[in-house]
């Protein structure tokens, strides 16, 4: 059995990866920490995970108090920035580090800072973290210290386009991705309530939108091939918004 531990369990990537450790056959989760939910039970925060055997008794800490060195697996579900702050400390330690943020995503530093507004505080780890797309990197993802999962763009992108990338049959310069505006985080915004969007077409600013260099994970030219070619997600010019 795994030991996890998982920091930041409060929003929804933290949520569904209880749902999905919770029946794991080979994963345990010790611990979980939110500063403002130290106490509370799992199940009391999100009555969706009662009834699940292995979390009746799992109960959110403060991570000041979370031993994350006795366990064998560590997720981050926080904010940018969070799990790069306590990745040298962990792997030094012997424990693997999965960061569902954007730390461990990119392989440049700089252009990290660029997208993400922020230094990189291990720049040293960038080279040996995995991409968490196991479709593509599967042997990688096993292998590997550090594993930076992509986001929900990238992996719709990647993994929907992958079979005519492969094929040769689609133009990469033109990758159209859609979405509903439940991307757009659990903030309410006037621009994401349904009477103020509906009938629209609304296009991302390309320049700022966080998750374009990550889109460049896509497979070359086989499903065996584990290389990858640069592959970027834009907004086709002569295709106009319909209302």
């Known amino acids: 059995m795994i030991n996890v531990g998982i920091v930041g369990g409060t929003g929804y990537t933290g949520v569904e990866l209880l749902r999905l450790l919770a029946f794991h056959p080979q994963a345990s989760v010790k611990l979980i920490t939110s500063r403002k939910e130290a106490g509370m039970n799992v199940a009391d925060m999100f009555q969706s995970l009662r009834g699940l055997g292995r979390l009746r008794e799992l109960r959110y800490c ?10 064998q697996v560590v997720f981050f579900a926080t904010p940018h920035g969070v799990a790069m702050a306590q990745a040298r400390e962990l792997v030094a ?39 968490g797309l196991p479709e593509m990197h599967r042997r990688a993802v096993a292998a590997a210290r550090i594993v930076g999962n992509p986001g929900c763009y990238p992996t719709a992108v990647q993994l929907g386009f992958l079979p005519l990338v492969e ?29 103020g969007v509906t009938p629209r077409l609304d296009q991302c600013a390309p320049a700022m939108f966080a998750a374009l260099p990550c889109t460049v994970r896509t497979a070359a030219k086989s499903r065996s091939c584990c290389r ?16």
């Not at 960061?99 to 291990?122: G, I, N, Q, T």
């Not at 040769?168 to 991705?177: A, M, P």
């Open 62 to 71: 403060d991570p000041a108090d979370a031993d994350l060195k006795a366990c």
């Open 93 to 131: 330690a012997d424990v693997k580090i999965i960061d569902l943020a954007a730390d461990f995503r990119l392989k440049d530093p700089v252009e990290f800072e660029r997208w993400y507004k922020m230094p990189h505080s291990c720049p040293d780890l960038l080279a040996e973290a995995a991409y």
């Open 167 to 195: 094929a040769g049959i689609v133009d990469t310069r033109y990758l159209f991705k859609r979405c509903s505006k439940s991307a757009m985080r659990a903030s309410p915004l006037s621009m994401s309530c349904l009477p």
């Open 228 to 243: 990858s070619s640069t592959i970027w997600s834009r907004v086709r010019p002569d295709r106009p918004s319909r209302t």
